[in-house]
């Protein structure tokens, strides 16, 4: 169940590869570059990160050179053996020509004057044939520079996308998933995002491979947004007046029973009075408080006007949300449902594992399900988003015109209110009934307990998000809810006739153990390995040792599509 992928080993392309690697890095993390070329340094950065996405799919496991050490000289690597597969000496003709024109363009940012400290670095060993024309043809005026700057990042971008080209379909899947990654990683203030906006929408006008840079547009968009909107929320608690611009009265909505206790369905499709149109409405409950209440409106207002943003990124799978409720025991946010929908309440992933065999998804669907989640996830957490309630009933499926599930279009639901940007905020508590299955068996061990009623969450930390999808991964791949799966295969008869069920540290191991004994022979050793990955995440890691390791992982399974 594992695709195969594309590998190189001969010493001339890995040292080649290898070079051009390091050189990439060097240039693009120079400082100082004038204000007129930022454009053209974004859209090499662009092309920087998809070329270390290319590097780590053919060579995966191998040594990366830092940023300071440059590549090989020219000289060397025109020595350098040619094997004998027929490939290669293409590979090595690209490799060459790719890394001339890095050097060019290093020339052209160094020439500008860019304030370059390396003392490490032997630039000597650069002074090539094509280096020495390219200095000497450098024209000072700007439409030179950026004529030039314009060329060789064009013949960047074409050996890219050959270079690409070379990869499986789920290799080049997990490229185009890191672009945004890498790219956010490094461009994080609102000044970087607008650059990287402004270059990725000129790419996508241009470039026949416009998908992906249309993507990395719509996430800085996004982004830049969500910015705006935290920083105005921060200004409100400072002192600033609260506007909530998206609260709505159940008044405009035919009536429907609002939810009082846990027990109730706390999801319900109402119509809107003026037009019909059907909405969903998610509640959560809130004990009577009128301390806190103030600050959940303003947290549900920013949500809303979060998850409302016309540019929201594709695999953020959310729905589109047109405001909040508020009752003296309950809030809920208003979602629009998917227009291919035939306006049905959605199913929870949760509900699903119930469902008659017949409508269960194929083996095709599943792992192109826990994909599209992992995906999903890692597209939150790029924007420094935490859900804080990632589990397999905030996974929602609608019904298509015929009454089928559509397994492939999930929707998160569930969000807690709390400021989505900063991990280290308490999160206030909404629900004075908490859910025994999250309470038992969602958690993370280390959260330890739900807080008190009105006492707030443990601080979350992206680890705890990555943990719920190593569930979720358990449970696809079995088709059972956690809680049944350790009830049927992994307690005593004494647990199973005390109730008492395993927790924290012991409770981890049985998903350990559930993951290594049921799991490989259902689904492959790669999703194993990214579902293990999940259980076991550490503090630190960041978004682009979740798109290798789980993301990757998962692109790497495959099975025979049905026809």
Known sequence: ?????????????????????????????????????????????????????????????????????????????????????????????????????????????????????????????????????????????????????????????YWNSALRSLLSYRQQEVVKAGLVVGVLKRRATEGDLVTVWDAAAGATKKQEEGEKYAQLRDAAEFQIRRLKILSEEEQAEGGASVELGLKRSLGDFVAHKVPEKATDNLRIISRLK????????????????????????????????????????????SLNCKGYVSTPTSLALIYSLPPSSNKALPTTLHSAYTLKERKRPSLPQRLNLARTLAKGLLSFHTFGWLHKSFH???????????????????????????????????????????????RKFACHPDLGRLADVGGGMPRFEMRYDVYGLGLMLLEIAIWKPIDKILEEEYLSEAEKHSRNYPSGKNLEKRWLKVCRDLVAHRMGREYRDATKACLTWENGKDGEAFLHEVVGRLEKCFCKSEN
């Open 1 to 157: 169940m594992e695709a195969a992928g594309l590998a190189f080993g001969t010493t001339a392309v890995f040292t080649l590869a290898n070079g051009c690697l390091g050189l990439i890095r060097f240039v693009s993390s120079l400082p100082g570059i004038p204000a007129e070329l930022a454009t053209h340094h974004a859209m090499f950065q662009f092309e920087s990160v998809l070329y270390t996405l290319w590097w780590e799919e053919v060579f995966p496991g191998s040594t990366q050179p830092t940023s300071t050490s440059t590549s090989t000289s020219t000289s060397a690597l025109q020595d350098l053996s040619v094997s004998h597969f027929n490939i290669e000496p293409q590979l090595k003709l690209a490799l060459t020509d790719l890394h001339g024109s890095i050097v060019a363009i290093e020339n052209i940012f160094r020439t500008y004057k860019v304030d370059v400290n390396d003392p490490a670095a032997d630039f000597s060993s650069l002074q090539i044939g094509f280096r020495k024309k390219a200095l000497h043809k450098l024209a000072l005026h700007k439409e030179s520079v950026e004529s030039q700057l314009t060329e060789h990042i064009d013949k960047f971008r």
């Open 274 to 317: 003026s037009t019909s149109t059907p909405y969903l409405f998610e509640y959560k409950l809130h004990p009577p408080n009128p301390t806190t209440l103030p600050l959940l409106l303003s947290r549900l207002e920013t949500l809303s006007r979060i998850l409302s943003l016309a540019s929201k990124p594709e695999n953020l799978l």
């Open 392 to 438: 397999s009933k905030n996974v929602l499926f609608f019904e298509d015109a015929n009454d089928n599930l559509v397994f492939a279009s999930p929707y998160i639901s569930g969000f807690e209110y709390a400021r989505p940007s900063d991990p280290k905020e308490m999160t206030v508590s909404v629900s004075a009934n908490p859910d025994a299955y999250l």
